[in-house]
Nanobody, 116 residues
Framework: QVQLVESGGGLVQPGGSLRLSCVASGFAFNWYSMSWYRQAPGKERELVASISSGGGILNYADSVKGRFTISRDDVKNTVILQMNSLKPEDTAVYYC?????????WGQGTQVTVSS
């Protein structure tokens, strides 16, 4: 059974940091590219960051470059999103996504709220 379980969301003040984790099971994690998406109320889901199989290729949305870092641990089947200098506009539900040769899996999401 494929599972992607996100954790680490919560309420944080502007300028603060959060570390999101996504633990995968039920598929060959090391073969898959991994991504974080987010969806704010009333908006479409958007790509935040992605990391290729093997970790050699990283991509970030312009809005998070220099503030967010994506990484993966293929031993622990985990992908991490380190989020620093958070802004109110980063408020959204954050989703983990795994994809390989057209087969994609989504996590259930974790809420991130940036507010004073």
């Amino acid at each position: 059974q494929v599972q992607l379980v996100e954790s680490g969301g919560g309420l944080v003040q502007p300028g603060g940091s959060l570390r999101l984790s996504c633990v995968a099971s039920g598929f060959a994690f090391n073969w898959y590219s991994m991504s974080w998406y987010r969806q704010a109320p009333g908006k479409e889901r958007e790509l935040v960051a992605s990391i290729s199989s093997g970790g050699g290729i990283l991509n970030y949305a312009d809005s998070v470059k220099g503030r967010f870092t994506i990484s993966r641990d293929d031993v622990k089947n985990t992908v991490i999103l380190q989020m620093n200098s958070l802004k109110p506009e980063d408020t959204a539900v954050y989703y983990c996504y795994a994809v390989w040769v057209g087969a994609g899996y989504w996590g259930q999401g974790t809420q991130v709220t940036v507010s004073s």
